[in-house]
T-cell receptor
Framework: DGGITQSPKYLFRKEGQNVTLSCEQN?????MYWYRQDPGQGLRLIYY???????QKGDIAEGYSVSREKKESFPLTVTSAQKNPTAFYLCASNGLGGYTFGSGTRLTVV | GNSVTQMEGPVTLSEEAFLTINCTYTATGYPSLFWYVQYPGEGLQLLLKATKADDKGSNKGFEATYRKETTSFHLEKGSVQVSDSAVYFC???????????????FGKGITLSVRP
């Protein structure tokens, strides 16, 4: 079945460390997105990519980086510059059938 | 820019009660409108959508009508069940002139709890 796979489901990071969240899709979608979810704040867009080797900043890109070397993959790196990285991170893709979301990664800074 | 405003929550209802969750939007063009549902610990699932004015989206007993005159897309269900307990997000997506997909803009979400 086609879908989006995010890994890991839970991730713990020490302060000052970079960490990379994985997002893979087999839907053949061109567009992919990363959202951050915090209680009471909805989903805020971090980065998005509409084609391989190209991506744009969203509303809260500071402290994050991405790459899009393959159509299927859109990894997100949370850098040590992100002041408050503890959150739930959702990856999504968009194609002819509409948006599809992954099941999320919960990142906790310890 | 685009924005979505949802009513404040949380909402707690008894089983079989009537549900209304308000959603209004601001957009510069002609957006498509969506309701997504999120069950605990999971990602988002599309509940229903409408792509033009006066369209009604429906699914699993939920309905929402695209009202351009009031810029609203309120979610309703006539009789809620315990299994409807979840977080509900209203969202919009606007196609750009270039034809490239636009990103989704979300409301803050509202938590619905249905008690037996």
């Amino acid at each position: 079945d086609g879908g989006i796979t995010q890994s890991p489901k839970y991730l713990f990071r020490k302060e000052g460390q970079n960490v990379t969240l994985s997002c893979e899709q087999n839907l053949n979608h061109d567009a992919m997105y990363w959202y951050r979810q915090d209680p009471g704040q909805g989903l805020r867009l971090i980065y998005y990519s509409q084609i391989v080797n190209d991506f744009q900043k969203g509303d809260i890109a500071e402290g994050y980086s991405v790459s899009r070397e393959k159509k299927e993959s859109f990894p997100l790196t949370v850098t040590s510059a992100q002041k408050n990285p503890t959150a739930f991170y959702l990856c999504a893709s968009n194609g002819l059938g509409g948006y599809t979301f992954g099941s999320g990664t919960r990142l906790t800074v310890v | 820019g685009n924005s979505v405003t949802q009513m404040e929550g949380p909402v707690t209802l008894s089983e079989e009660a009537f549900l209304t969750i308000n959603c209004t939007y601001t957009a510069t063009g002609y957006p498509s409108l969506f309701w997504y549902v999120q069950y605990p610990g999971e990602g988002l699932q599309l509940l229903l959508k409408a792509t033009k004015a006066d369209d009604k989206g429906s699914n699993k007993g939920f309905e929402a009508t695209y009202r351009k005159e009031t810029t609203s897309f309120h979610l309703e269900k006539g009789s809620v069940q315990v299994s409807d307990s979840a977080v509900y997000f209203c969202a919009l997506s606007e196609w750009r002139v270039s034809g490239a997909n636009s990103k989704l803009t979300f409301g803050k979400g509202i938590t619905l709890s249905v008690r037996p």
